[in-house]
């Protein structure tokens, strides 16, 4: 298992700001990802964080609106840029640690963003 | 875009009742999981079943898989309060090495 811990908990942003949510894991990791769930509805992949490299985007997602960093195994940062009242949703870090099940996922607590 | 379809949408139960959720996907997996989220949490793994296995138990859970109909489903047995949440299926793809999670079952368990 995992320990996943992400901050802030939650915030409330004015429009055209942005916001870096940092999410920090006590495992040793294989991989990690990020992933956006908009009120009452499912969890969308925006990205998978890489280390030292440039994240992967899904499709409708974007560096410049979403950049993303992972300088360790460990660690990294998502940031919601230039936010909108449409940005408002629970982002998650979640990540697939060594010994688990291929593909079996542990989350954050996540990180509810409002914006006004 | 979404893998998997649940149904139904939301489900109301009494205590001690057994719940049922149902999962649709569209392409070939290596796995298929359920999660459970409780409101304004983070999610939590209840299980994994390999595209190789047809039924698997764990505690109160019984998850059964049919690929041919790209099909899953989760029993909870005998349900208590606590079972109350949000449930998520999702398939793992090897290929895109990525999980894409369903629209979610919203369960609630009336005491």
């Known amino acids: 298992s995992a320990v996943i811990s992400q901050k802030p908990s939650r915030d409330i942003c004015q429009r055209g700001t942005s916001l870096t949510i940092q999410c920090q894991v006590d495992?040793?990791?294989?991989?990690m990802f990020w992933y956006r769930q908009q009120p009452g509805q499912s969890l969308t992949l925006i990205a998978t964080?890489?280390?030292?490299?440039?994240?992967?985007?899904e499709s409708g997602f974007v560096i410049d609106k979403f950049p993303i960093s992972r300088p360790n195994l460990t660690f990294s940062t998502l940031t919601v840029s230039n936010m909108s009242p449409e940005d408002s949703s629970i982002y998650l870090c979640?990540?697939?640690?060594?010994?688990?099940?291929?593909?079996?996922?542990?989350f954050g607590e996540g990180s509810r963003l409002t914006v006004l | 875009s979404q893998q998997g379809e649940e149904d139904p949408q939301a489900l109301s139960i009494q205590e001690g009742e057994n719940a049922t959720m149902n999962c649709s996907y569209k392409?070939?997996?290596?796995?298929l999981q359920w999660y459970r989220q409780n409101s304004g949490r983070g999610l939590v793994h209840l299980i994994l079943?390999?595209?190789?296995?047809r039924e698997k138990h764990s505690g109160r859970l019984r998850v059964t898989l049919d690929t041919s109909k790209k099909s899953s489903s989760l029993l909870i047995t005998a349900s208590r309060a606590a079972d109350t949440a949000s449930y998520f299926c999702?398939?793992?793809?090897?290929?895109?090495?990525?999980?894409?999670f369903g629209t979610g079952t919203k369960l609630q368990v009336i005491p």
């Open positions: 979640s990540v697939e640690v060594v010994g688990a099940l291929t593909g079996e996922l542990f």
């Open positions: 495992s040793q990791v294989t991989m």
């Open positions: 964080a890489n280390q030292g490299s440039e994240a992967t985007y």
């Open positions: 392409t070939s997996i290596n796995n």
């Open positions: 079943i390999r595209s190789n296995e």
């Open positions: 999702a398939v793992y793809s090897g290929g895109y090495q990525k999980v894409t």
